[in-house]
């Protein structure tokens, strides 16, 4: 869509990827942070298997740092055999890099903080001792031929000029991807698009993006962050991760449909994600979101009677995403105050009900005052359609 | 935020409405079309009230032509005497107008379908009938002396130049608002943006937003239409309405704090929040999501040993909202296998006990072979750290 002007339109366009982009599954590493999160070995294969199975380009995992059996986890996932690349994400110390390489993973994600911040609480390190670390980690990982990103840690609270240098710095030694992190989901999308359209003129690899849910811009962040030229988006199944999550990989995809169905449903296999989310939702033990995107149980349901009525003529009048490309069903509800009477009247002729306008506008009226006493289910609704077709039959044949 | 350079930036920062808008609250409204709600004359107006106390400047009820029962409500609600400005929403219909003054509301949202879509399938009427019916309309409520918004609906996906002639129309008949609506939920944030501005340059009226968070957008699109100059914002009680919903109010305070705290802390009761979605919850029988904005169980929690030692040393480094600020407590997870040694630190300070960072490193290796295992409670952690305690104590003291 953002290409359909056949003058070609801003010229910033042409640097989009929202139709040519990869996805670094984070569930099995930033989900591990979800405060709910304990997975056993068993319980990552099986979610590593069904990631790689949607078709995720990227499975991240733990650091092999963290304990005995993140390592021994993470051994066991490499010789899987998955088709997706695994990456493990690791702090940008040289220990971890080389406990990293040994456990088979097919790159690193490096990160360190650059946020005032996280350098005066965190680590403590000035940004000469950052870059010195960078160059050491991030070389040493190239010389392994291993893939490798180098990620800031709060990159929105981070000096721009201090970034750009890093960046630069790591892109002329060869890294694979360098990384934005809104590590405190403080970051809007006009931000982000001026970040990552800046930081596009000024490395030649890959930009990764990653972004925290706190103020409710994680979905919309990635999208203008591929707008603006980043190649890979970080998701977790529900958006799991410290604090409320970061960008959730069905919401994430919900976006990316809008923006070009054919290419989203030709690389994942959309169909699998309720089935994902609720591996992942037992596993962590939580409850999938009412109102998650596509699987959650309402998102299909239509209930006002101006709405009902048009989706029944043509369900894209007041749906952007079909149902049935994510193995999901429509729903129209008509049991409420809030009903009409083309509602009504396609629910009479699903009945083989046999009714004038004026009789379904009388008979959706009933419906209206029962439902103002409390709402009916549709066997209630039918039942009353069929007594009202039989009442109005027999006053015809009188 | 925006406006922190002295040189003032970009001219078009001017325009942002970020630190000067209005919520209007659709609970009783758009969250009426919600799958599960149906609220009791009792239940609004609890719900009102709580709304009006958190502080919220409009609140909108449900057409008094959608049944009987909601024609009474609004007129109940209206006797409240509440500070909230009381609205209801109308299709732009004189039959239904009329209704609606009667009840005694302070306004009335008007609203018509712009989009080809819903001019082919749903009402089936032409834009020159559309700009008659609406002169009509809206002429008419403005006699009456109410205030008066005139909105789209589905206007992302409507012709450009009928919207803008339709909102010159009305504006030049002196309506209060213009509305955009993105009913379908399928816009993005510098979509939003474009379209704000360029009707911000052609109407001198006040710009209402509604957006739908079907594809994740609904709270950054809120925003980006306040940065682009919109002036009032639509919101429900955990987002709810149609299909998955629309911006959620507890989400689009999370957004706004960050762009301008003391504005947010000093219009709103931010306090009520937890308490204003438990009853909404309660009333339409969901659970608050494990993820919502602010008040979801984990929204405070920090769990990797990194973000850990952080908090503990300065809040601000992992967490752009203060719990404190919103009536609840930040938590930090120190049993499992991401923990780190500081985190552990701090716990054995609180204990009170009297351990070298040598040891503090070593209890935490045996808190990670446990929760290796299985995750461990505070309950466990404090027991080992005490035995561990007692144990290096009595080696010294040998």
Known sequence: MTRSNPYAGNVSDLLSRVDNFAVIESTLREGEQFANAFFDTEKKIEIAKALDEFGVEYIELTSPAASEQSRSDCKAICQLGLKAKILTHVRCHMDDAKLAIDTGVDGLDVVIGTSSFLRKFS???DMDYITQQAIEVVSYIISTGLEVRFSSEDSFRSDLVDLLNIYTTVDKLGVNRVGI???VGCANPR???ELVRTLRGVVSCDIECHFHDD???AI????AALEAGATHIDTSVLGIGERNGITPLGGLCARMYVANKEYIMGKYKLHMLRDIENLVAEAVDIQVPFNNYIT???AFTHKAGIHAKAILNNPST???LQPEDFGMTRYVSIGHRLTGWNAVKNRVTQLGLNLSDDQVKQVTAQIKALADIRPQGIENVDALLRQFHEKVTKQTAN
Chains 1, 2 share one sequence.
């Open 296 to 298: 959650g149980y309402c």
């Open 123 to 125: 680590h403590g390190k």
């Open 318 to 320: 007041y749906e952007i």
């Open 181 to 183: 992190a809104d590590t």
């Open 191 to 193: 931000q982000v698009y």
């Open 215 to 217: 103020t409710g811009c």
């Open 220 to 223: 919309a962040n990635a999208y």
